[in-house]
């Protein structure tokens, strides 16, 4: 029924390839004499490890060493924690001389396991590099270490009434380091397009040590090959972003939100199309939530935000966010849009509602942003960011279920529910699926390869935002043809010959 992956074709390629990535098993683990050397680099505080003379407690390192979702289960024996990159590039280089594999890590609230150490490596913890550099207010770039919140960074250039050009429901975590390596897309992306876009200039550990200066601040500058753009979604894998410069949009005058019901998923298309023609360019974000999912939220606390009755039977509902320059002008168009779609013969819509104070508009994003939480409120979730023609996004939640339900596996001992939700306007669902009581084994492989197959079919991507990480390299080859896979291996080999750099991620094993 789907189409065929070439899999076997790209491991035999893989196989005789000349760029072959050394295998990270061949890395060395680290010494009480290493932890001797990383303790000339960095005062003591700075070095957590469960190695003598340290000896901390596993426990100590758990937060490094567990995902935010609890799925993946590191194996670092030390973390280290740089103030400068003078520090990180120290510490690069010894790592080389001593083939011992690192894991650069932000937030650690990525979702494909790639900030977490598979084998030996140490993770180089980027949280302590927390300073803003510096910020022009006229040409709205900030610059930063890479190790800086999210959600701080934006508390700061808020005083200069600028907004960061993304937001995602981890922005208390999150940093932006972590965020460039991931190239997170969220809740802007339809508006500020994407970070590919908006840095400007990034400072990078290369895999030898070398500090790659490209802080630049300019908008343009077309001299020779953009490298910056190669470590922007790489992972981790091609170097340690220390530094970043980003441009910051000025603060919309004017937010407003509409939040709708809709009988069924084929009115969004139409909806969206209607929605971009009223609103035209103050139109900042369109959502989808489907039923499973709305339920869960209001189940969690995060609602109502509808009248239940008007509501009815409801198949999914959209948020949608205006951005712009005149709080009457642009309430007024939100106004005018939902009375067209209530007054239409054939109504797209059951029922909506008009955010109409700053404590309404948070509330009607709070049940969009907070879907994530819930879902680890639920149990386990299987989380697929995937990227399939907007038509098919319900179509490919459908075919999850009830490949489950064939499977015997959807219901309290296996699946308990399966949900979309995701940035309609960038074409990226979200879909989940949660297992109440634990991952397992045989839920995994009835879920993947099937997915990754499906989105194959349809053309789409197996990771619109979150990225490759451990979870999904085998996966990649859904998405990424042989030769494309081919010249990732060669760019890898390039700066990461040795394979030091977050090993096991991104890449599939050779
Ligand atoms: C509640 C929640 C909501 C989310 N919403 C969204 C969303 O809307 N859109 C979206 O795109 N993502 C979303 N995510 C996932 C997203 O990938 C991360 O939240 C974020 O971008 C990762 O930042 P971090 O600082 O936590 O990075 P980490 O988790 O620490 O690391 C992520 C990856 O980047 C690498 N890395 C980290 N720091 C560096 C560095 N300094 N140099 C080189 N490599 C590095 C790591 O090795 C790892 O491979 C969400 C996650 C959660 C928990």
């Known amino acids: 029924m789907f189409s065929l992956v070439r899999g076997s074709v790209c491991a035999h390629l893989a196989r005789r390839h000349a760029h072959s990535i050394p295998s990270f098993t061949h890395l060395n683990a680290v010494t009480h004499d290493d932890l001797a050397h990383f303790a000339k680099i960095l005062p003591p505080n700075a070095i957590l490890s469960t190695l003598p003379p340290n000896l901390n407690s596993a426990d100590d390192l758990v937060p490094y060493n567990v995902d935010w979702m609890g799925k993946y289960h590191g194996q670092a024996t030390t973390v280290l924690r740089p103030r400068t990159t003078q520090q990180v ?10 083939r011992i594999g690192i894991v650069p890590q932000c937030g650690n609230t990525g979702l494909v396991g790639g900030s977490i150490s598979l084998q030996k490596e140490i993770v180089l ?27 701080s960074l934006s508390d700061y250039i808020a005083r200069y009434n600028h907004i960061m050009p993304l937001d995602l429901g981890a922005k208390g975590s999150c940093q932006i380091g972590g965020n460039i390596s991931t190239n997170a897309g969220g809740l802007r992306f339809l508006r500020y397009g994407s970070l590919h876009g908006t840095v ?9 040590g070398t500090v790659l ?6 908008r343009k500058d077309n001299t020779g090959y953009d490298l910056k753009q190669l470590f922007i979604g790489a992972e981790g894998t091609l170097g340690v972003i220390t530094g970043v410069s980003i441009l910051t949009p000025p603060a919309p005058r004017a937010s407003n939100n509409i939040f ?6 084929k009115n969004v298309l139409p909806l969206f199309q209607t929605v971009k023609r009223q609103l035209g360019e103050i139109l900042s974000a369109f959502e989808y939530i489907d039923r499973t999912a709305y339920d869960m939220g209001l189940e969690h606390g995060l609602g109502p935000i509808l009248n239940p009755d008007e509501v009815g039977d409801a198949q999914c509902f959209v948020l949608a966010e205006t951005s712009g320059g005149n709080h009457d002008h642009d309430s ?10 209530m007054s239409a013969d054939e109504p797209l819509i059951y029922t909506g509602t008009l955010s109409q104070s700053p404590g309404q508009f948070a509330s009607l994003w709070a049940l969009r942003e907070g879907l994530t939480e819930c879902l680890q409120k639920e149990g386990k979730p ?9 038509a098919e996004f319900q179509n490919v939640v459908d075919a999850v279920r009830a490949r489950l339900i064939s499977k015997g596996l959807y219901g309290d001992h296996g699946i308990t529910k399966v949900m979309g939700y995701g940035h309609v306007g960038d074409g990226n669902l979200h879909l989940n699926a949660i297992a109440k009581y634990g991952y397992r084994p045989e839920l995994e492989a009835a879920l993947e390869p099937f997915i990754y197959e499906l989105v194959a079919s349809h053309k789409g991507s197996v990771s619109a935002e979150h990225g490759i ?6 996966a990649l080859r859904y998405s990424k043809n042989d030769v494309s896979i081919e010249w990732m291996r060669k760019i890898k080999h390039v700066f990461d010959p040795l394979n030091i750099m977050n090993p096991g991620k991104v890449l599939p094993s050779v």
Request: a negative charge.
């Open 89 to 98: 590039s120290d510490i690069v280089k010894f790592c080389a001389s001593r």
């Open 125 to 151: 913890s980027l949280g302590a590099m927390n300073s803003v550099r510096s910020f022009d207010p006229v040409s709205g770039v900030l610059a930063a270490d890479a190790g800086c919140i999210l959600e």
């Open 200 to 208: 400007l200039g990034l400072e990078v550990v290369l895999p030898d």
């Open 213 to 218: 200066d490209q802080l630049s601040t300019l």
């Open 260 to 265: 709708l019901a809709l009988p069924h998923f």
């Open 332 to 341: 007024e168009k939100l106004n005018n849009l939902l009375e067209s779609l």
């Open 382 to 390: 299987y989380k697929y960011d995937l990227s399939v023609p907007l």
């Open 469 to 474: 990480g451990s979870m999904k390299t085998s």
